[in-house]
């Protein structure tokens, strides 16, 4: 997929020049044109790394002003590329069991430490997913929740991680189940609820579901 590695080589080379200080905190970023030029690719690229890297909370976008550095990444890019491939490489059931295990303390810690408006956005991706007619292939606000959800637990290192796994999911066939809403939905509420230990629970039978429509019952691929 050309597309996808030339926003994953925007997205090293912006790193990089955050990591070595050529824009720095509070600094704007120049427009999407003038990054696009400068690194002679689309601006479909530069704005699908622009998203990347505010994901990763290194940019953020001021409505109407234009993208600003929030935080230097304290470590270069070296090897995230990589990373991001060996995620690709790696087996349903292995990145079920990595979801397993992360997944369910995420939604824990997002119901102690979601914002409002982390919340509201919550709210936004489930009646997107409600609206949604079970497809052929898998629903973006399906991998938007869990992003934002990730999101909402306030922890950087397990913003990435999980951003490695959505990314899994874009370039995987499995569509979204006519179950993701209601799950979906009931997480949601743990998390309104400020319900840790159900916000835990609800997202392990989430996955569990996941689980058992990706790989049948306990087969292990
Ligand atoms: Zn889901």
């Known amino acids: 997929m050309p597309r996808v590695s030339v926003t994953d080589q925007v997205v090293s080379q912006l790193h990089h020049a955050l990591a070595d200080g050529t824009w720095k905190a509070g600094d704007r970023l120049p427009s999407e044109n ?21 994901t990763l909370g290194f940019l953020e976008i001021r409505r ?12 270069p890019a070296a090897g995230w590329g990589e990373l991001r491939e060996e995620f690709r490489r ?30 509201q956005r ?35 290192l397990l913003t990435r991680l999980t951003s490695l796994i959505i990314d899994f999911y874009k370039h995987d066939e499995s569509a979204t189940r006519a179950n993701d809403y209601l799950d979906h939905r009931t997480i949601l509420g743990a ?12 997202m392990r ?16 691929t």
Do not use: C, Y
């Not at 109407?64 to 470590?75: D, L, N, Y």
């Not at 087996?91 to 079920?96: C, F, G, T």
């Not at 007619?133 to 909402?152: I, K, N, Q, Y």
């Not at 998390?191 to 609800?202: H, T």
């Open 34 to 54: 003038e990054l696009a030029t400068r690194f002679d690719v689309s601006r479909t690229a530069i704005r699908e790394a622009v998203q990347e890297l505010m």
């Open 64 to 75: 109407g002003v234009g993208t600003f550095v929030i935080a230097a990444p304290s470590a």
């Open 90 to 119: 790696v087996s349903v059931r292995e990145l079920l069991e990595i979801r397993m295990i992360i997944e369910p303390e995420i939604a824990a810690l997002a119901a102690e430490r979601a914002t409002e408006n982390q919340v």
């Open 122 to 156: 919550l709210r936004e991706d489930v009646a997107e997913l409600h609206e949604a007619t079970p497809g052929s292939t898998r629903h973006p606000a399906d991998l938007a929740f869990h992003l934002h959800l990730v999101e909402a637990a306030h922890n950087k």
């Open 191 to 202: 998390i309104e609820a400020r319900d840790a230990d159900w916000a835990r629970a609800a």
């Open 205 to 220: 039978s989430h996955l569990a579901a996941t689980r058992a429509h990706a790989l049948g019952d306990g087969k292990v």
